[in-house]
């Protein structure tokens, strides 16, 4: 069974989703106890998570970032607040998606879907490596683990994503609009911002493992990754 564990406080709302997505053949969850939802989450393991944001005690921005640090698995905020600044907050937060209320069931299902697709179905490439390694800088596809001599961190998403794009064109510039085309499907989540915050936290996990001055800002061009052992001598 896909699994979908739907945290939202408005029991209607719980209910209406969740009857809909029976009827598709998904195994659905719902939030028992606001104040567990990590632990929830780690019970029921599921492979997506329809997310609130206006929560009991804890907004849906610091649940999403506790579940991002659990696992890689599908995020979908749905929410009534529908201002720009929410969504760049939901995506810089771990966020896959973010749909406004009132919602189609429709538009909830496909987006289920699509990600569904991406992550666990036929889009996803099975045959690739999962470790990616550059100059003895590994980066783990499948579980966002970067390495270098023995020493590791975390990355989150959208970190992974832009390591990502920048290992596989190890010195090569790339540009701040391909970057972010990288970090999103969607261009109406899209902040140029956003992708300067991200590029920053990457720069300090490089940091944590002990690589300074490989990421570079290209002035009026982008960004580049250069050998790190270059950095070393």
Request: charged share 30%.
């Amino acid at each position: 069974m896909r699994r979908i564990y739907i945290v939202e406080d408005d029991p209607k709302i719980c209910d209406i989703l969740a009857d809909f997505l029976h009827k598709y053949d998904y195994d659905v969850t719902t939030v028992q106890d606001f104040d567990r939802i990590d632990q929830e989450f780690k019970d029921d393991d599921p492979q997506l998570v329809l997310l609130d944001i206006n929560l009991p005690r804890f907004d849906g921005f610091y649940w999403c970032r506790k579940l991002r640090a659990l696992s890689n698995c599908p995020i979908i905020f749905i929410s009534a607040r529908d201002s720009g600044m929410d969504q760049v907050m939901a995506i810089e937060n771990g966020a896959d998606d973010y749909i406004t209320k009132p919602f189609q069931l429709e538009v909830v299902l496909a987006k289920i879907k699509s990600l569904m697709r991406r992550v666990y179905g036929e889009y996803r490439n099975q045959k690739e490596n999962p470790i990616m390694d550059i100059s003895d800088l590994q980066l783990d596809t499948s579980s966002f683990v970067l390495t270098f001599q023995s020493r590791h961190v975390q990355l989150t998403k959208k970190e992974f994503l832009l390591a990502q794009a920048l290992l596989s064109n190890i010195e090569k510039v790339l540009s701040r609009e391909y970057l972010l085309e990288r970090l999103w499907d969607d261009q109406d989540f899209v902040d140029d911002n956003t992708l300067s915050v991200n590029i920053t936290r990457v720069r300090k996990k490089l940091a944590d493992i002990g690589i300074e001055g490989a990421l570079i800002t290209i002035r009026s061009a982008g960004y580049k990754l250069v050998n790190v052992w270059e950095t070393l001598q």
